[in-house]
Nanobody, 118 residues
C-alpha cells in the first residue's frame, strides 16, 4: 500500500513563504507523477502543480494562478515531493493535497492547511 503524508502547512502573512512536503511510503516502481491540489471552503478542488519524471528531464506544469511564485520539486532519494510557495497571497489560503500516480494507481494525502493572513 502507498501512503502520502503532507506537512509544512501553517499560518503566514501575505508575502511570506512556506514549503510543503509530501512523504511517500510503500512500494512503488516505474513512472511516477506527483501533483498538488488545493481546496477552499465552498470551492472545487483545483490543480496547483505537477511533476513527472522523465528519462532526461522532468515534466512540470503550473496553474496560471501560481506560476512564478510556486516551485514543485522532488527528492527521489528521500521519497519526498515539495511545493515551495513564495509571495503568498490571501487567495492561496486552502487545504493543500498531494497526489501520486504510480503503477496504475492514484493515491491522495490527507491534506495540510495553509492560511495566509492579509
Amino acid at each position: 500500500q502507498v501512503q502520502l503524508v503532507e506537512s509544512g502547512g501553517g499560518l503566514v502573512q501575505a508575502g511570506g513563504s512556506l514549503r510543503l512536503s509530501c512523504a511517500v511510503s510503500g512500494r512503488i516502481s516505474g513512472a511516477v507523477s506527483m501533483a498538488w491540489f488545493r481546496q477552499s471552503p465552498g470551492k472545487e478542488r483545483e490543480f496547483v502543480a505537477s511533476i513527472r519524471g522523465g528519462k532526461w528531464t522532468d515534466s512540470i506544469v503550473y496553474a496560471d494562478s501560481v506560476k512564478g511564485r510556486f516551485t514543485i520539486s522532488r527528492d527521489n532519494a528521500k521519497n519526498t515531493g515539495y511545493l515551495q510557495m513564495n509571495s503568498l497571497k490571501s487567495e492561496d489560503t486552502a487545504v493543500y493535497y498531494c497526489q501520486l500516480d504510480s503503477d496504475g494507481r492514484r493515491t491522495w494525502g490527507q491534506g495540510t492547511q495553509v492560511t495566509v493572513s492579509s
